[in-house]
């Protein structure tokens, strides 16, 4: 439970910097593709970033009260397979089509792997998220039933 805690609150800083420092985050965290699809639209990056941390600290006070909530819990954990496969989609995708990208990006042990291995691994997200997606679904289907 702490762990689960610790990634969120983890999460919800990084959404702090980008709301903060968007240049800075753009900079950093994206892929050079990502940062010309925005083309210096700041402000959208800005406004996703507060989205990021005003959810995950609504996480965290979820996570504080649960004693309270407990009533919440059907419909969070379908919204955390969610975001999940989102997040391995996101990332998978961007490595399947820029794995140059993520190699230029990279510290030097990575920097060295050859171009079909990130695109594997870019491979192997894309599995992982419609096993998250599937989850999602199965959750959501049986909180209906």
Do not use: D, E
């Amino acid at each position: 439970m702490v762990v689960i805690l610790l990634i969120v609150a983890l999460v919800g800083c990084l959404g702090l910097v980008a709301a903060l420092w968007p240049g800075t985050f753009t900079r950093y965290f994206l892929a050079q593709a990502q940062r010309r699809a925005l083309a210096g639209n700041f402000k959208a990056v800005s406004f996703t970033g507060w989205i990021i941390f005003s959810v995950c600290m609504i996480a965290v006070l979820a996570f504080a009260l649960q004693r309270h909530l407990h009533y919440l819990v059907p419909f969070v954990a379908p919204l955390l397979f969610l975001v999940c496969a989102v997040v391995y989609l996101w990332w998978g995708l961007g490595l399947l089509r820029h794995p140059a990208s993520f190699l230029r990006r990279a510290t030097k042990p990575w920097s060295r792997a050859p171009v079909w291995a990130v695109r594997v691994f870019g491979a192997l997200l894309l599995l992982g998220a419609v096993a998250l997606f599937y989850g999602f679904a199965a959750k959501v289907v049986a909180m209906l039933r």
